[in-house]
């Protein structure tokens, strides 16, 4: 294998990130590399015991906790939810009866997924946020589409706790971070004790990293990845309990077989949006193809990234501590592929001139995702994107029929694209960054 501390070194210099730490699993064997810094106003050194926010990550922890449930019987993914849950109420009634565990899961609910408040912590507070989901709009019937759902994955944590009587936290520690010995992945930063812990960077007005909140880390959203920190070994050792089939780290059968492949199982064969190389979803687990190897993962907002070769044994975590940070875990993780296995990333797509004027006209407009909005401009020769939150422009390219791609500052080239169509031929949403925002004009 590649030298991987140095190609750390010269990665982390080349995309400006403070801080990172990269943990690969090839077979049995396990590699660890760190580099830069926790902090840019104290110097602080990672070290390969930092631990970084995990993101999002932590969603196929609690999709892994959820199948303990299926696989006891006590929990049937098709049932609604409101059967676990009989005081739930979403935005319609026909949400709140239709929407199933496996839903959830796969982010096809319907339940826009950025809604992020703070009320309060514990089970008190995770509550009040359930609660909270029935002033949510719907954005499409439960099954009938895909869009990211952070409040979705929050939820079954509640589901989760209502099941158990006990906190979401307490149930991830038991049920899985001590089996697997990951000493030293925390539901929250502050209970990390002695271990070093990063802290969150952006992007300031010239481009440097500075100080500053990558996300709102409110203790609610614990399960699907708002607070947990880990170091990489302890990701990619998660990682290497789905590639064991279950089996922890005294040969424990934490999971059956059965429920691993089931988690990789596609779910929704193809997504609308997303990374090049991202083909589908599983439960709780995306979907990605490497060329002709099948892969898993998920990404920690765009800070962290975890990449699986199910197939080849074979895992990267990469994190690091700042907003788009994952442009640089994909640029090593395509890098560690190509060298152990020969498999390149995956392509840029052939732009197509198929997209007329007229068919580019129809796609112009506002859409919004709860206070979120990304506005489409249609000029004389192509496609723009703007973001209402960051005011970012991305030219769009087309690629197939609805189908585009751009380059985003924080996660390179992804797919856009645009579903549905209105009584006027256009189109009902544009999918980007894996969320659908609804037409408002």
Not at 365 to 383: A, F, K, M, Q
Request: hydrophobic content about 40%.
């Amino acid at each position: 294998m590649m030298d991987l501390q140095s190609r750390l070194d010269a990665l982390v210099a080349e995309f400006d990130v403070p801080g990172a730490a990269v943990a690969v699993i090839d077979g049995g064997d396990v590699a660890l590399a760190s580099a830069g810094v926790a902090n840019v106003e104290t110097g602080q050194a990672v070290t390969d015991d930092t631990v970084f926010a995990i993101g999002s990550i932590t969603k196929v922890f609690t999709a892994s906790l959820i199948m303990q449930l299926v696989e006891a019987g006590t929990i049937d993914l098709d049932r609604p939810v409101k059967h676990y849950l009989p005081d739930l109420e979403l935005a319609t009634d026909g949400q709140t009866a239709g929407v199933t565990v496996r839903h959830l899961l796969t982010h096809t609910s319907g339940i826009a997924g950025d809604h992020i408040v703070e009320t309060g912590p514990g089970s008190e507070g995770l509550k009040r946020y359930v609660e909270s989901l029935r002033d949510i709009p719907v954005l499409h019937e439960p099954g009938n589409g895909f869009s990211y759902s952070n409040a979705a994955v929050i939820l079954a944590g509640y589901l989760l706790e209502q099941h158990y009587g006990a906190p979401w936290p307490d149930l991830v520690r038991e049920r899985i971070i001590e089996p697997l010995g990951q000493h030293s992945m925390v539901a929250f930063p502050q209970w990390a004790g002695d271990r070093p812990v990063v802290s969150p960077h952006r992007r300031g007005a010239d481009g440097r990293p500075e100080r500053g909140d990558m996300w709102l880390e409110f203790a609610a959203g614990a399960s699907a990845g708002f607070t947990p920190y880990a170091n990489a070994a302890d990701v990619v050792r998660f990682a290497q309990w789905h590639l064991r089939n279950g089996q922890g780290q005294n040969g424990q059968q934490l999971l059956s077989s059965a429920s691993v492949a089931a988690m990789q199982h596609p779910q929704v064969s193809s997504l609308p949006s997303g990374a090049l190389d991202n083909t589908g979803w599983g439960i709780g687990w995306a979907l990605h193809q490497f060329g002709p190897e099948r892969g898993l993962g998920h990404n920690g907002g765009t800070s962290a990234m975890l990449r699986v070769l199910p197939d080849r044994d074979f895992a990267v975590a990469v994190l690091t501590n700042i907003s788009g940070g994952v442009r640089m875990g994909g640029a090593l993780t395509g890098e560690l592929i190509l060298d152990r296995f020969g498999i390149a990333p995956a392509p840029l797509p052939s732009f197509s001139n198929d997209a007329s004027k007229q068919a580019r006209d129809r796609c112009a407009g506002v859409y919004r995702h709860l206070e979120y909005s990304v506005t489409i401009e249609s000029p004389e020769d192509g496609l723009i994107l703007t973001t209402g939150s960051a005011g970012e422009r991305v030219e769009l390219h087309p690629v197939g029929d609805g189908a585009y791609v751009g380059q985003f500052a924080d996660r390179g080239w992804s797919r856009v694209g645009f579903v549905g169509q209105n009584d006027r031929e256009q189109p009902d949403y544009v999918h980007t960054g894996l969320r659908a925002y609804r037409r408002v004009s």
